[in-house]
């Protein structure tokens, strides 16, 4: 149990930063309201168009297939770091896997996920 109090001694003092800072920039901040400071804040810009405005499925359905594609990528790098450990059975794992994200790719290109109209 004693290898854990260093752990929980810095959760304890992450903590009381983290409340530290929030309760003293309540108490110590500017409380001033005007209309400028109340818009949706976009890059420093004045907002282009409403912040009510609906996207398209399109774009959702493009950032879906990003994040899932991108997130298997991210297992070809602990495979290539340990390629030659793995051997012949290693290679035909990988293999298999790729052939799969492969086929997913194809699929939602044939269907028109990543075609902007």
Same mark, same amino acid.
């Given at each position: 149990?004693?290898?854990?109090?260093?752990?929980?001694?810095?959760?304890?003092?992450?903590?009381?930063?983290?409340?530290?800072?929030?309760?003293?920039?309540?108490?110590?901040?500017?409380?001033?309201?005007?209309?400028?400071?109340?818009?949706?804040?976009?890059?420093?810009?004045?907002?282009?168009?409403?912040?009510?405005?609906?996207?398209?499925?399109?774009?959702?359905?493009?950032?879906?297939?990003?994040?899932?594609?991108?997130? #298997?990528?991210?297992?070809?790098?602990?495979?290539?770091?340990?390629?030659q450990a793995l051997g012949v059975?290693?290679?035909? #794992?990988?293999?298999?896997?790729?052939?799969?994200?492969?086929?997913?790719?194809?699929?939602i290109w044939k269907k028109g996920?990543?075609?902007?109209?």
């Amino acid at each position: 149990m004693s290898q854990y109090i260093p752990v929980l001694f810095m959760l304890a003092v992450a903590g009381a930063i983290s409340v530290g800072m929030v309760l003293a920039s309540e108490l110590l901040g500017p409380k001033f309201k005007f209309r400028e400071k109340m818009e949706p804040f976009e890059c420093g810009e004045v907002q282009a168009s409403s912040s009510k405005q609906r996207f398209s499925i399109r774009f959702y359905l493009v950032a879906m297939m990003f994040i899932i594609f991108d997130i #298997e990528a991210v297992f070809l790098f602990p495979w290539a770091v340990t390629f030659q450990a793995l051997g012949v059975f290693g290679f035909i #794992e990988m293999m298999i896997f790729i052939l799969i994200l492969a086929a997913g790719l194809i699929y939602i290109w044939k269907k028109g996920v990543l075609d902007w109209e």
